[in-house]
């Protein structure tokens, strides 16, 4: 596979578009989590209140991270975990690196991580000869082809049975099977022994809770339980914006969260973790860590249309909704973080010149929104990004991209032309006479669809010659 | 009740008989309906792609001209268009155009809405001979929640059958320039919405906005299907349009 | 360096955050009445009926019984059914007492055993508290230890009393949290609710991938038992 990035979108989409695979693997996946996430939610007879109220609590947060912070910093370091801090992936990168070498550790497992994605974890590992193993069933298996998730929840969503089949004959030499339980248990057996040999658990968290100081990770395989608790060092490495309160308000996101991304209830499991293991306890980890990233957060704060970004819990429901997504799939933003959310937090955080077109890459038709438990307005932000990029204002910590010519041109046409009766009636004649030599939007619009001609006659030529009634 | 009715651009330039479907219908619900050739475009093509500018240097004499007809309220034939009145706060976030942006956001209404919510009418007399089936326009939907109005006017439509297609929510792929800066995708996206376009004998997909209507209708034209893309205003005005 | 980072990202929020407040204002405070939306009351008579059911809805299996007695006789049932000749027990009373009862089944109790624990084909835990609202259990690390033998073994059997069905996630966030029971919060509280499970091929649900394949739930409603 070529590597994708975000200002190759058009491209990229464009190779999703001619594979039939993927395209229906996207059809019945996005289709799947859209039923049951409509079903799950149906449960809740005051979903609307939740959300609000789940929004509510995420904005006070990250309008006081200043205070909530250096609270669940506090806390935190009274349970006994060790805080680091990171400004941006390189120095994440580092840090991890560093606590591994310094305990002599040779394998890591892992469970699913988008933070660990964004900083690149895996690379960084590798180069100083630590293994990293990712044990979610799905990240494994993107692991093992060398690819890159393409959903958030479900990472491996473009691959078949028969696909993964193959992979595991050929890396770890299973006999044929399309037995997706029989995949499942060789799955197993082959991450036990890596559970079992590994010095260093890595997890990310979906929560950090400022009361206790405590993190909270969702997940329904058990590998994260088993991350946590077997190697004798956990590392968590987290946003900065993870934070929520206290343990009172995960109620809120815990009846939201799963409803929103699975359509479950509740997933299988929630472990709350808050520290080491303590004098003559016999399990859980003898080191707990936790590494904060910024990565380009902090600066996201600074007005509340940007801000309410961090809002998201990565439930990945506006993904399952976005009719986009729905037909080009993870892979063609070219990014950790796909679909809707990912084109507003990727060109927040990579810098708008590297993500351009990602802001681009929607009809704005709202859908995101209307499923988002938080209540992101990620049109309204799609809208603020364009805006940031087509004034030239750009954002801070970021370089302006310019937008095409014929574009600014265009506008700046059509703005004086739609300014007053007699110049709106040059730009018809104008529109008429160009629309059938077929160039630029009007070529793009026709290749797969007739163009309705221009009217001859207008409504406000109707209009000045009367109207009458029919009848 | 004296009503402007904004036609918006694209009735006026590619589908000018919508505007003049409106304006039949609305007289008929005993309306008194104005309008005045300043009142070119709401500014959305530019507001969406980020032009703000642009889209206030054209929506700035709107608002004007608007506030000063003195009417009791502004209808417009397209839920996308009345959307972009609500957004115009941002568009003038400050100044004396604030407060007319202001005035005139809040006494405009997309057509189904204005005839069902606002003067309680299902009824206008309209006939159609044939079974229909509805498109909800994304904006029309989630920004205005305009999901019954219409429903209710086609339904007391004389001979017309609305049958839902199961993907009426569905976003037809059209977006603005999205439709040109990502032909391939939204083409895409409205075939994975026609697909469900009911086998039987429908013959016209309805919608209240003259956007998804040239996307839906620019489709079916080039696939060869005899069904037609038909906008509630003719619907509804009992003349099927010249399309 | 983590150092200067924890300062340097502490200062970047602090102006960003001056920024917005100056030209945005503060936020509004959290609005109190919207703290206890949505949050459902579940009856004490109605706890246990709610909580089996959603058991039976992930998947999980749930016998009542009304004594200690009988509920080591549900063990024995569900080990034997299992084909678990050994169990691996944590160090719960109940756990301890109802394992003197299960004749003929080899008992592994050493915790700091990871072999013996990662071969074992079935864990006996107690859980602290239930959750009716969605068919969890609670397993609070500091009551017992049972990390490991919940989670290592495929098969999982908790023992779990009536009394100690709670309704609500709320109701359960309390009385783990520092204002609950406990003076301290506890290193690990984890929400158990049915099997470990995995969609992650084609959507095709597989119970058992990384946890327990199986989870039964023993429910003993004889208060003065243990």
Excluded at chain 2, 148 to 168: F, H, K, N, T
């Amino acid at each position: 596979m070529n590597e994708m990035r975000p200002d190759t979108f058009d491209e990229n989409a464009k190779a999703a578009l001619q594979d039939e695979v993927l395209r229906g693997a996207l059809t019945k996946a996005t289709g799947l989590f859209g039923e049951r996430r409509t079903a799950a939610v149906e449960e809740v007879p005051d979903w609307e209140p939740l959300r609000e109220r789940a929004r509510q609590v995420k904005e006070e947060v990250l309008a006081h991270l200043d205070e909530y912070l250096p609270r669940f910093v506090m806390n935190a370091e009274r349970q006994g975990i060790v805080v680091h801090w990171a400004r941006d992936a390189k120095e994440a990168c580092q840090v991890v690196v560093d606590l591994a070498t310094a305990r002599g550790v040779k394998t890591v497992v892992k469970s699913k991580s988008m933070t660990t994605e964004e900083i690149h974890l895996n690379a960084a590992l590798e180069r100083e000869a630590v293994e990293p193993v990712e044990t979610d069933l799905g990240e494994w298996i993107i692991q093992l082809a060398g690819e890159t998730p393409s959903h958030i929840i479900v990472p491996a969503i473009h691959k078949t049975k028969r696909q993964v089949a193959e992979l595991f004959t050929e890396k770890i030499g299973i006999p044929a099977t399309d037995d997706e339980k029989e995949l499942t248990r060789c799955a197993r057996d082959v991450l036990r022994a890596r559970f079992a040999e590994a010095d260093m658990g890595i997890s990310g968290a979906n929560f950090a809770i400022a009361e206790t100081g405590s993190i909270l990770l969702l997940e329904n395989e058990g590998n994260i339980r088993l991350t946590t608790s077997l190697p004798r060092f956990h590392l968590a490495v987290l946003g900065i914006e993870k934070i929520i309160p206290t343990l009172a308000d995960l109620a809120a996101f815990l009846r939201l969260l799963p409803r929103s991304g699975t359509g479950q209830h509740l997933t299988s499991y929630q472990s709350i973790l808050s520290g080491p293991r303590r004098d003559g306890d016999t399990e859980g980890p003898e080191e707990v860590h936790v590494l904060l990233l910024d990565n380009g957060r902090s600066r996201m704060l600074r007005e509340r249309v940007t801000r309410q970004s961090l809002a998201c819990i990565r439930c990945g429901a506006c993904l399952n909704a976005c009719p986009v997504y729905q037909q080009v799939g993870g892979h063609a933003y070219g990014s950790v973080y796909p679909g809707p959310i990912g084109a507003i937090i990727t060109p927040q955080l990579s810098g708008l010149h590297k993500a351009a077109q990602l802001p681009y890459a929607s009809s704005l038709c709202g859908a995101c929104r209307q499923v988002c438990p938080v209540k992101i307005d990620i049109p309204e932000l799609l809208l603020h990004l364009r805006h940031r990029i087509a004034s030239g204002e750009g954002l801070p910590g970021s370089d302006v991209p310019g937008r095409p010519l014929l574009e600014r041109f265009g506008f700046k046409l059509w703005a004086w032309a739609m300014r007053g009766p007699r110049r709106y009636r040059i730009a018809n004649r104008l529109l008429r006479w160009l629309a059938p030599l077929r160039v630029g939007p009007v070529r793009a619009w026709t290749a797969a669809r007739d163009l309705r001609p221009p009217a001859k006659r207008t409504f406000r030529d109707a209009w000045r010659d009367g109207i009458e009634d029919p009848s | 009740m004296r009503v402007a009715l904004f036609p918006t651009c694209l009735v006026d330039q590619f589908w000018p008989s919508v505007g003049v479907a409106t304006v039949r219908v609305l007289r008929r619900v005993g309306c008194e309906v104005m309008f005045d050739e300043q009142l070119t475009c709401c500014g959305q093509p530019a507001f969406n792609t980020g032009y703000r500018e642009e889209a206030a240097r054209v929506a700035g004499p709107v608002v004007d001209r608007l506030d000063a007809m003195g009417v009791d309220a502004v209808v417009v034939p397209s839920g996308s268009c009345g959307a972009m009145f609500r957004h115009l706060t941002e568009v003038f976030p400050s100044g004396p155009r604030a407060d007319r942006a202001r005035a005139v956001a809040s006494m405009t209404h997309e057509l189904s809405s204005f005839l069902v919510d606002v003067l309680g009418r299902t009824d206008v007399g309209g006939r159609f001979d044939g079974r229909v089936t509805w498109h909800d326009g994304c904006h029309g939907l989630r920004e205005l929640s305009i999901h019954s109005a219409p429903r209710r006017l086609i339904a007391d439509v004389e001979g017309a059958e609305l049958v839902e297609m199961g993907s009426a929510d569905s976003c037809c792929g059209f977006g603005g320039t999205f439709s040109v800066k990502y032909p391939e995708i939204s083409v895409a996206m409205l075939d994975a919405k026609l697909e469900k376009l009911p086998n039987a004998d429908v013959r016209a997909v309805v919608s209240g906005d003259v956007s998804c209507l040239m996307q839906i209708g620019g489709r079916l034209s080039r696939l060869g299907s005899p069904v037609k893309a038909l906008h509630l205003a003719e619907l509804l005005a009992g003349s099927e349009g010249a399309s | 360096m983590s150092e200067d980072a924890k300062r340097e990202i502490l200062a970047s929020i602090a102006a960003a955050l001056a920024s917005s407040r100056e030209l945005e204002g503060d936020p509004p405070p959290l609005d109190p009445s919207t703290s206890r939306c949505a949050v459902p009351t579940i009856a004490a008579t109605e706890r246990l009926s709610r909580f089996r059911g959603m058991l039976e809805r992930v998947g999980a299996g749930c016998t009542v019984v009304a004594n200690l007695e009988d509920a080591a006789t549900a063990v024995r049932d569900t080990l034997r059914e299992a084909g678990a000749e050994k169990v691996a027990v944590s160090n719960a009373d109940v756990v301890s007492e109802l394992a003197q009862r299960l004749e003929g089944v080899a008992l592994v109790d050493d915790l700091g055993d990871r072999a013996a624990l990662l071969d074992c084909p079935a864990g006996l835990t107690t859980a602290q508290f239930g959750i009716a609202e969605t068919g969890t259990l609670v397993l609070v690390s500091s009551a017992e230890t049972h990390r490991l033998v919940s989670l290592l073994p495929p098969l999982h059997v908790a023992v779990l009393r009536e009394s100690r069905i709670l309704g609500t996630l709320d109701d359960a966030l309390k009385v783990v949290g520092p204002d609950g029971d406990a003076t301290e919060i506890s290193r690990a509280i984890t929400f158990v609710t049915g099997p470990s499970r995995t969609a992650d091929i084609e959507l095709t649900l597989v119970v058992g991938v990384h946890g327990p394949k199986h989870l039964q739930v023993i429910v003993v409603r004889e208060e003065d038992s243990a």
